[in-house]
């Protein structure tokens, strides 16, 4: 064991202080120069993340922007289409009434097509009865006027309840007072072919009931040998 008296003593623990306190400078110094590299990295890091923010939050107001301009785009699309579906709606709406009106006309065409032949066939029938009285006024003006010596005349009727052409019966040899006096019966044929008796002169009680026998049977000349009968017995009363 070294005594403390050495006098090498004191060099050698100085020296070994000196060993240390170097060594802990050179500790100091190796911590030192990693703090610095790490503070270095750590700010590069930093850098590097808030620049990834920065890119990251451009990007993101860029995609909202594009969602917005998308948004915009669908809202002007989806009312551009709701007006055409509309307009397309009222199309069809015009076209579904058009046909209906179509449809109508072609309803009417028909019925005013039917009336017509409606019409003519009850033309053709009224002028058929027509011909057949013509022949019967023919027939009965050729037995009375030759034989009884009546007389036919056509007049005009110019009041409200006799209008048209009328026929005039004008008999005479009725009363053995006064052969040339005349006796008249006035008549027509109405718009659906029916004889129609004006008047009588003198006036015959029994003219209605004579009208509705001659349209029931059509018969003129019997027609026109009643009247006769009537105004021969009302001249002997």
Excluded: W
């Amino acid at each position: 064991m070294t005594s403390i008296t050495d006098p090498n003593m004191s060099d050698r623990f100085t020296n070994a202080m000196e060993e240390i306190h170097s060594k802990q400078l050179k500790s100091y110094g190796e911590i030192i120069d990693a703090t610095t590299e790490f503070c270095q990295s750590h700010r590069q890091f930093v850098k590097s993340a808030l620049d990834t923010c920065l890119k990251k939050c451009q990007d993101d107001e860029m995609l909202f922007e594009t969602i917005q301009t998308f948004k915009r785009d669908s809202q002007h699309r989806n009312a551009s289409l709701k007006e055409r579906q509309q307009a397309i709606s009222g199309m069809i709406s015009e076209i579904q009434q058009k046909e209906m009106q179509k449809d109508d006309i072609i309803q009417k065409i028909e019925k005013l097509k039917a009336e017509q032949a409606k019409r003519k066939d009850l033309i053709e029938s009224q002028h058929k009865a027509n011909k057949d009285r013509l022949k019967n006024l023919q027939k009965a003006r050729l037995v009375f006027q030759e034989h009884l010596g009546m007389e036919i005349r056509t007049i005009h009727g110019k009041t409200q309840l006799v209008k048209g052409e009328k026929l005039q019966f004008v008999f005479r040899n009725i009363n053995p007072s006064d052969q040339d006096s005349a006796y008249v019966v006035t008549m027509g044929i109405k718009e659906d072919g029916a004889y129609q008796i004006v008047s009588s002169d003198p006036v015959l009680e029994c003219l209605p009931a004579l009208e509705s026998r001659l349209q029931e049977t059509n018969n003129l000349p019997a027609f026109l040998a009643n009247i006769r009968k009537e105004f021969i017995s009302q001249a002997r009363r």
